[in-house]
C-alpha cells in the first residue's frame, strides 16, 4: 500500500512540472500583456512601457522567465496578482471553497440521479424507460454548457422567475465567511431566509455543471450493472431464494459500483473545466471566473498559479479516489 | 409421493432465429434421499432442466410442463415469493465455477449468514456460530478465521466447500450439484465427491448430479438419466446402465471413455455433434448420428417407452432380440452416417 502511494505521488512531480510549463507558455502565446490592459483604452506612451517591462521583468528571455518563475514557485510563492497586488495563494483560497461548493452539489446531484437511473435502466434492459435515459443522457453529455446555461437561466429565471440569475447569494444578506461554503455558513449565522437565497442560487448552477457527469456516470452504471447482472455469483444470490431489491441494490450494486466509482474519479477534472464555463455563465465568484478574468486581463501570475493549483487538487483527487478502490473492492485491497 | 415430480417439461427461449428449445419433453420422479446422475454432452439441457426446477431459468425462457411438484406443492402456479422461500432452503443448488459464483465483493462469512437469516430468522449470532459449523461439516479447517476471507483468497476447491456450506445451511430435502467437480483439480474432485456423498447419506437429502462424466456417475448415482439435445435418452439403474446400455447414443458415451479403450490405437468418438436450432431432425434426434439409424427412425420420433428396468426414447435398444430384423426391414441408413 505505501508502495503504491509513493508511486502515484512520484508521477505528480512530471504533471506539475507540464502544467507549469503550460501554463506558463499558452498564455504568452497569446498578444497583449498586462501593461496594455493595465493602461487599458487611454493607451500608454511607449517609453513609459518599455520602462514598466523591464521592472516586470517582461524584457528577459522567456526562457529565463520561466526559470525565475519556477525556482520561486519552488519556494512556495506564486507572485500576486498584477492587478490586485493580491497574493495569487490568498485570492485563490478565497475564491475556491465558492467552487468546491458547487463541485460538490453537481456531484451529489449527478450521483442522486445518476446512480439510480443508470441501475433501473439496466434492470429494465431495452425498455421504453431504458432507451429514455439513455437517449436523454447522450443529449446531456452532447450538450454544450454555456448553450445550456443560458437556455435554463431563459426558462427558469427570465421566463418563470423561479430562480435568480446570478451571484451566490441575495445582496440583502451578509454572511460571515466561516467554513467559506455558504450552505452551511448560512444556516451558522442568524439571518432569515439567508440559506434558502444560497440554495435558490445554487439550483441552476448545480443542474448546469452536474449534466454531463450525471450524463456519464448514469451509462457508466448502466453498463457495469449489465455485466453484473450476468455473472454466476447473480445466479448463486438468486438460488438462495434472496429478495429482486436485495440482489440488485446489494449483490450487483457493490461491484458495479467499482467501475463507476473510477469514472466519478476521472469526472473531477471535467468538474473544474465545467466550473470555469458555469462559472462566467452565472457570474458565480469561483476560481473558474476568477481564472477567465484573468485571461482577459493577461494576469501572468494569477493564470499561472491558478492552473497550478487547480491541477494540484485534480491530482489529489485522483489519488484519493484510487485509495478508496480498496474500501469497495476487497481483491485491490488484499493485493498490495 | 415422489419428491419432486415432472412431467412433460419444456423450456423454450426464443432468439432471432426462431425458438430454441433447450429442454423437450423431460419427466422425472426422484424420491427422499435418492441419487440421480444426469449426464449428457454440453448443451443437452441437463442444467437447463434443473434451473428450471429452481426457478432460475433467465428472462425471456419461457418454462411450460404438465406437471412440477416438490413435495407435493405446485411450483407452476406458486407465487414468486413463496417460490423464493423454497428455494435456497428446501431446494438448493451448487454450480460448476466456485471462484465465480461466490460474490467477490462480500466475505464468506456474510454470505453463508446471509442464507441462515433469510430462511432461517436467525440473528448474527446465531447465524456466526451455525456458518461456523457448516464450514466444520464441509472440511473447512480454522472455520472461524475463514469467516472474515473473500472468495478471492481462498482456493477453488475450499470455495466450492463454501458453496457446498451454503448449499446445505438450512437443511434442503434437494440438493442440485451442477457440475460441481468439473472446475476443479483431480485429486480434489474426489475430496469434493466424498463430501457431497457423506452429507447425503448423513441427511438422507435427494442429490442430484449433473455431469459429464461418467466416472463421477458411477462412483455416485444409483439411478441415472442421460440425456440428448433436451430429451432423455435412456433412464434406468446405474449398475443396469454401465453393465450393458440399451440406448445406442449411451453405448457410445460408454464406449467413448478412454479407459474403455485399452489397447486401441484411437480413442472411440461419436462422429457429428449435437443438432442444433436449425437442424433438428425431424424423427429420432440422435439418428444423424447413430450407426443404426433407418428410415424410418429419421422420420418417426421415438417416445419415451418402458424398458429393462427402467425408460428408453429408441425404436431398436440393443437388448431387443428383434432389433436386427425390425433394422433391415425399415432400411438402414447408418451405416452411411457412421463412416
Avoid at chain 1, 10 to 32: C, E, H, K, Q, W
Avoid at chain 2, 57 to 86: C, H, Q, Y
Amino acid at each position: 500500500m505505501l508502495r503504491f502511494i509513493l508511486t502515484r505521488v512520484s508521477l505528480i512531480i512530471p504533471t506539475f512540472l507540464g502544467i507549469t510549463l503550460l501554463a506558463f507558455f499558452l498564455i504568452r502565446l497569446v498578444p497583449g500583456d498586462p501593461i496594455e490592459t493595465l493602461a487599458g483604452e487611454r493607451g500608454i506612451d511607449p517609453a513609459r512601457h518599455e520602462q514598466l517591462r523591464k521592472e516586470y521583468g517582461f524584457d528577459q528571455p522567456v526562457i529565463v522567465q520561466y526559470g525565475i518563475y519556477l525556482s520561486r514557485v519552488l519556494q512556495g510563492d506564486l507572485g500576486k496578482s498584477m492587478i490586485t497586488q493580491e497574493p495569487v495563494l490568498t485570492e485563490f483560497s478565497a475564491l475556491f471553497p465558492a467552487t468546491v461548493e458547487l463541485a460538490l452539489c453537481a456531484i451529489v446531484f449527478a450521483l442522486l440521479i445518476g446512480l439510480p437511473a443508470g441501475m433501473l435502466a439496466a434492470i429494465r434492459r431495452n425498455s421504453i424507460f431504458d432507451h429514455g435515459v439513455m437517449g436523454v443522457s447522450l443529449t446531456g453529455y452532447s450538450m454544450p454548457i454555456f448553450w445550456w446555461g443560458l437556455i435554463l437561466i431563459l426558462i427558469f429565471s427570465v421566463q418563470l422567475d423561479l430562480t435568480p440569475v446570478s451571484g451566490r447569494i441575495d445582496v440583502l444578506y451578509y454572511i460571515e465567511p466561516t467554513t467559506g461554503f455558504l450552505l452551511i455558513d448560512t444556516l451558522l449565522s442568524d439571518e432569515e431566509g439567508a440559506f434558502w437565497s444560497a440554495v435558490k442560487h445554487l439550483i441552476l448552477p448545480t443542474i448546469v455543471l452536474g449534466t454531463v457527469p450525471l450524463a456519464v456516470i448514469a451509462r457508466m452504471t448502466r453498463s457495469a450493472m449489465l455485466e453484473v447482472l450476468g455473472e454466476d455469483y447473480i445466479r448463486t444470490a438468486k438460488a438462495k431464494g434472496l429478495s429482486r431489491f436485495r440482489i440488485v441494490a446489494l449483490h450487483a450494486l457493490r461491484n458495479a459500483l467499482i467501475p463507476v466509482v473510477t469514472v466519478i474519479g476521472l469526472q473531477v477534472g471535467v468538474l473544474f473545466t465545467g466550473a470555469i464555463l458555469t462559472e462566467t455563465i452565472f457570474s458565480w465568484p469561483g476560481v473558474g471566473k476568477w481564472l477567465i478574468d484573468a485571461i482577459f486581463r493577461r494576469d501572468y501570475p494569477v493564470l499561472q498559479g491558478g492552473a497550478l493549483l487547480l491541477g494540484i487538487v485534480v491530482m489529489a483527487v485522483n489519488l484519493l479516489v484510487d485509495l478508496t478502490y480498496g474500501l469497495i473492492n476487497p481483491r485491490i485491497r488484499h493485493n498490495r | 409421493m415422489a419428491l419432486l415430480e415432472i412431467e412433460n417439461l419444456s423450456v423454450e427461449f426464443p432468439t432471432q432465429g426462431g425458438i430454441m428449445r433447450a429442454v423437450d419433453g423431460v419427466s422425472l420422479k426422484l424420491d427422499e434421499g435418492e441419487v440421480l446422475g444426469v449426464v449428457g454432452e454440453s448443451g443437452s439441457g441437463k442444467s437447463v432442466t434443473m434451473l428450471a426446477v429452481m426457478g432460475l431459468i433467465p428472462f425471456p425462457g419461457r418454462v411450460k410442463a404438465d406437471k412440477l411438484t416438490f413435495n407435493g406443492r405446485d411450483l407452476l402456479t406458486m407465487s414468486e415469493a413463496e417460490r423464493r422461500r423454497l428455494t435456497g432452503k428446501d431446494v438448493a443448488m451448487i454450480f460448476q465455477e466456485p471462484t465465480t459464483s461466490l460474490n467477490p465483493s462480500f466475505t464468506i462469512g456474510f454470505q453463508l449468514a446471509e442464507t441462515l437469516r433469510l430462511h432461517e430468522g436467525m440473528d448474527r449470532k446465531a447465524a456466526r456460530r451455525r456458518s461456523i459449523e457448516l464450514l466444520e461439516q464441509v472440511g473447512i479447517p480454522s472455520a472461524e478465521s475463514r469467516l472474515s476471507a473473500f472468495p478471492h483468497q481462498l482456493s477453488g476447491g475450499m470455495n466450492q466447500r463454501v458453496m457446498i456450506a451454503m448449499a446445505i445451511a438450512c437443511n434442503p430435502k434437494l440438493l442440485i450439484a451442477d457440475e460441481p467437480t468439473t472446475a476443479l483439480d483431480v485429486t480434489i474432485q474426489a475430496q469434493i465427491l466424498d463430501l457431497l456423498m457423506n452429507l447425503q447419506k448423513e441427511r438422507n437429502m435427494a442429490l442430484v448430479m449433473i455431469t459429464h462424466n461418467m466416472g463421477v456417475v458411477a462412483e455416485t448415482a444409483r439411478r441415472v438419466m442421460v440425456m440428448y439435445a433436451g430429451q432423455i435418452m435412456e433412464e434406468r439403474s446405474a449398475t443396469d446402465l454401465f453393465a450393458s446400455p440399451q440406448h445406442p447414443y449411451t453405448a457410445a458415451l460408454l464406449a467413448a471413455l478412454p479407459e474403455r479403450s485399452e489397447g486401441a490405437t484411437r480413442l472411440a468418438t461419436i462422429p457429428g455433434v449435437v443438432p442444433g436450432l436449425y437442424d433438428r431432425p425431424k424423427g429420432c434426434l440422435f439418428s444423424p448420428r447413430c450407426a443404426y439409424a433407418t428410415e424410418h427412425s429419421r422420420n418417426v420420433r421415438p417416445e419415451l417407452k418402458p424398458w429393462a428396468g427402467g425408460h428408453i426414447r429408441c425404436h431398436y435398444p440393443l437388448g431387443d432380440p428383434n432389433r436386427n430384423a425390425e433394422i433391415q426391414a425399415d432400411h438402414p441408413v447408418g451405416a452411411e452416417a457412421a463412416s
